[in-house]
């Protein structure tokens, strides 16, 4: 049974900072592409970061710079550090694995999915 769970999601203020956390069960994950998505109200589901088996990662511009994708196999975690966080960053994350490839942020190309954390930013 695959499972992704989301944790660390809350309410922060502009410029403030969070780290989500995925923990996932049921795949040996070192060998998949890791992936950030995000869906704000009325609007499409964006991919913000991706982290192949290799450690590569890939950033949406919109958060080049002040989002960080990590991961750690051994715990089966992945993370997403967020600094700098702007009103524009509220909406609810998800993370997200396929098999390993090139790791891009489109949604369609990943097989499974957490149920998403929320993330909301005020000034």
């Known amino acids: 049974q695959v499972a992704l769970v989301e944790s660390g999601g809350g309410s922060v203020q502009a410029g403030g900072s969070l780290r989500l956390s995925c923990a996932i069960s049921?795949?040996?994950?070192?060998?998949?592409?890791l992936a950030w998505f995000r869906q704000a109200p009325g609007e499409e589901r964006e991919g913000v970061a991706s982290?192949?088996?290799?450690?590569?990662?890939k950033y949406a511009d919109s958060v080049l710079g002040r989002f960080t994708i990590s991961r750690d196999n051994t715990k089966k975690t992945l993370y997403l550090q967020m600094n700098s966080l702007k009103h524009e960053d509220t909406a609810l994350y998800y993370c997200?694995?396929?098999?390993?490839?090139?790791?891009?942020?489109?949604?369609?190309?990943?097989?499974?999915w957490g149920q998403g954390s929320q993330v909301t930013v005020s000034s």
């Open positions: 997200a694995a396929k098999p390993g490839g090139t790791c891009g942020l489109l949604s369609n190309d990943y097989n499974y």
């Open positions: 049921g795949l040996a994950i070192s060998g998949y592409c």
């Open positions: 982290i192949d088996p290799f450690g590569f990662t």
